[in-house]
């Protein structure tokens, strides 16, 4: 990718936009499904997505390389200037069927970032890492990337198994990395802190007609594995009155959930007072087993995901849903187990970085929204090692995880010019 110099010229910025998107778009061909963008943990598609990315790290000048956990990275270690790097970045994996800009676009912006740096002559050693897994699709647990950057990759994870019974620890044999490397995979002291650059995936920055948001943090998330055991049958001999349906079950419960996280939230969020930051919960997975018209469904295996800015909200709320599991399974002569895979706190931004970042959203002459984020972002595992800050971008239509996913050049452009200046301050602020 040629990606043309960002200048005050508006042609050339359009220009820089342009090639941003045409480059996410033709990203978002890299899949495992024709026709659609999927894009899991080490798939195939993940190397033709690093051979692209590579060389255009190479390009900028930097050092690439690709750390046991899978992530890729690029280094710029200007001459003369110290080693303490700025890491900019976000996720190269996808949810199924998704959109071209999740995660991707920050990586494309963050290179285009590095270039102009690199053109400037910017004193600013930049790490850019590509987060080789964000979305937890393939194993279940999301984060796999930023965990073993920020040093909380906990080995017990190399047992976790796909769908088709992969483990994590052959998963990373395969791509041709080593796991008892994933150590040092881990980020440096020599780190000023991490920017993420956003599709905001929710509607609010449209609605109030802006380009960009201020992340004030993100909320904290639960996933749950649930299976309910029943007892299979068949469909025409057995009696209503006689039947062990772990269906009938499961969609009961998928009822209550949704029920439940209707409800107000009592405890304020602390992450803004925005509708955006209270309690939600999802059923968004579910299997069922044999899966057959004529049985009578013998075990439904079925995720959970809950989020809330609140910790307390959240955590009360998981436990009110898994009890509520249990009665329901145990008034229909079933049985219950849930397993939790992933429990977040919500974690605000580091009040000085983002501090500087909304200087530049300011210098650049917008407003400053700052919101909270109800989406997971690497910045909230990294934000738990490092101070992190995060720019969101509108989302059109407020539209995301869904292939109409969008993305304004405009809003690119600007996003650019608050990147650049933020650099800019950093490197100053270095010196
Ligand atoms: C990732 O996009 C998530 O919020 O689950
Ligand atoms: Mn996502
Ligand atoms: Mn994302």
């Given at each position: 990718?040629?990606?043309?110099?960002?200048?005050?010229?508006?042609?050339?910025?359009?220009?820089?936009?342009?090639?941003?998107?045409e480059?996410c778009?033709?990203?978002?061909?890299?899949?495992?499904?024709?026709?659609?963008?999927?894009?899991?943990?080490?798939?195939?598609?993940?190397?033709?997505?690093?051979?692209r990315?590579?060389?255009?790290?190479?390009?900028?000048?930097?050092?690439?390389?690709?750390?046991?956990?899978?992530?890729?990275?690029?280094?710029w270690?200007?001459?003369?200037?110290?080693?303490?790097?700025?890491?900019?970045?976000?996720?190269?994996?996808?949810?199924?069927d998704?959109?071209?800009?999740?995660?991707?676009?920050?990586?494309?912006?963050?290179?285009?970032?590095?270039?102009?740096?690199?053109?400037?002559s910017?004193?600013?050693?930049?790490?850019?890492?590509?987060?080789?897994?964000e979305?937890?699709?393939?194993?279940?647990?999301?984060?796999?990337?930023?965990?073993?950057?920020?040093?909380?990759?906990?080995?017990?994870?190399?047992?976790?198994?796909?769908?088709?019974?992969?483990?994590?620890?052959?998963?990373?044999?395969?791509f041709?990395l080593?796991?008892?490397?994933?150590?040092?995979?881990?980020?440096?002291?020599d780190?000023?802190?991490?920017?993420?650059?956003?599709i905001?995936?929710?509607?609010?920055?449209?609605?109030?007609?802006?380009?960009l948001?201020?992340?004030?943090?993100?909320?904290?998330?639960?996933?749950?594995?649930?299976?309910?055991?029943?007892?299979?049958?068949?469909?025409?001999?057995?009696?209503?009155?006689?039947?062990?349906?772990?269906?009938?079950?499961?969609?009961?419960?998928?009822?209550?959930?949704?029920?439940?996280?209707?409800?107000?939230?009592?405890?304020?969020?602390l992450?803004?007072?925005?509708?955006e930051?209270?309690?939600?919960?999802?059923?968004?997975?579910?299997?069922?087993?044999?899966?057959?018209?004529?049985?009578i469904?013998?075990?439904?295996?079925?995720?959970?995901?809950?989020r809330?800015?609140h910790d307390?909200?959240?955590?009360?709320?998981v436990?009110?849903l898994?009890?509520?599991?249990?009665?329901?399974?145990?008034?229909?002569g079933?049985?219950?187990?849930?397993?939790?895979?992933?429990?977040?706190?919500?974690?605000?931004?580091?009040e000085?970085?983002?501090?500087?970042?909304?200087?530049?959203?300011?210098?650049?002459?917008?407003?400053?929204?700052?919101?909270?984020?109800?989406?997971?972002?690497?910045?909230?595992?990294?934000?738990?090692r490092?101070p992190?800050?995060?720019?969101?971008?509108?989302?059109?239509?407020g539209?995301?995880?869904?292939?109409?996913?969008?993305?304004?050049?405009?809003?690119?452009?600007?996003?650019?010019t608050?990147?650049?200046l933020?650099?800019?301050?950093?490197?100053?602020?270095?010196?």
């Amino acid at each position: 990718m040629t990606i043309p110099s960002q200048t005050a010229s508006p042609e050339q910025t359009s220009l820089a936009a342009a090639a941003i998107l045409e480059e996410c778009r033709l990203i978002a061909s890299m899949s495992e499904e024709p026709g659609r963008i999927t894009r899991r943990f080490l798939t195939p598609p993940v190397s033709q997505v690093y051979a692209r990315l590579r060389s255009q790290m190479l390009e900028v000048g930097m050092t690439v390389s690709v750390d046991s956990a899978g992530n890729l990275r690029g280094l710029w270690q200007p001459k003369g200037a110290g080693p303490r790097r700025m890491v900019l970045g976000s996720h190269i994996d996808t949810v199924p069927d998704a959109g071209a800009y999740d995660g991707v676009l920050g990586v494309v912006m963050a290179i285009e970032l590095a270039r102009q740096a690199v053109a400037n002559s910017l004193p600013l050693a930049i790490e850019i890492i590509a987060f080789s897994e964000e979305e937890g699709v393939r194993f279940g647990v999301p984060f796999l990337g930023s965990r073993a950057v920020a040093g909380r990759f906990d080995p017990a994870l190399l047992a976790l198994r796909d769908a088709e019974g992969v483990s994590l620890n052959q998963a990373i044999l395969d791509f041709g990395l080593d796991p008892g490397g994933l150590p040092q995979a881990q980020i440096g002291e020599d780190t000023i802190g991490f920017l993420e650059i956003h599709i905001e995936q929710g509607p609010v920055l449209e609605a109030e007609n802006l380009s960009l948001g201020v992340v004030t943090g993100i909320v904290g998330q639960t996933r749950c594995e649930l299976q309910f055991l029943g007892h299979a049958n068949h469909a025409g001999t057995t009696p209503m009155t006689l039947r062990h349906d772990a269906l009938a079950a499961a969609a009961e419960w998928i009822c209550a959930v949704e029920e439940i996280a209707r409800r107000p939230v009592l405890n304020p969020p602390l992450l803004g007072d925005h509708a955006e930051a209270a309690l939600v919960a999802t059923v968004g997975k579910v299997a069922t087993h044999p899966n057959a018209a004529n049985v009578i469904p013998g075990a439904v295996h079925v995720s959970l995901d809950v989020r809330a800015a609140h910790d307390a909200v959240r955590e009360e709320a998981v436990a009110e849903l898994l009890e509520k599991a249990s009665s329901i399974a145990m008034r229909r002569g079933i049985e219950c187990e849930s397993k939790r895979l992933m429990d977040q706190p919500a974690v605000p931004m580091d009040e000085q970085l983002t501090a500087v970042l909304a200087e530049c959203v300011e210098a650049a002459g917008l407003p400053v929204r700052r919101m909270p984020s109800g989406a997971g972002h690497d910045a909230m595992v990294l934000g738990t090692r490092l101070p992190a800050a995060m720019l969101f971008l509108q989302s059109p239509g407020g539209v995301s995880h869904h292939p109409n996913e969008s993305v304004r050049p405009h809003d690119i452009d600007t996003a650019l010019t608050v990147g650049s200046l933020f650099l800019r301050r950093l490197a100053l602020k270095i010196v």
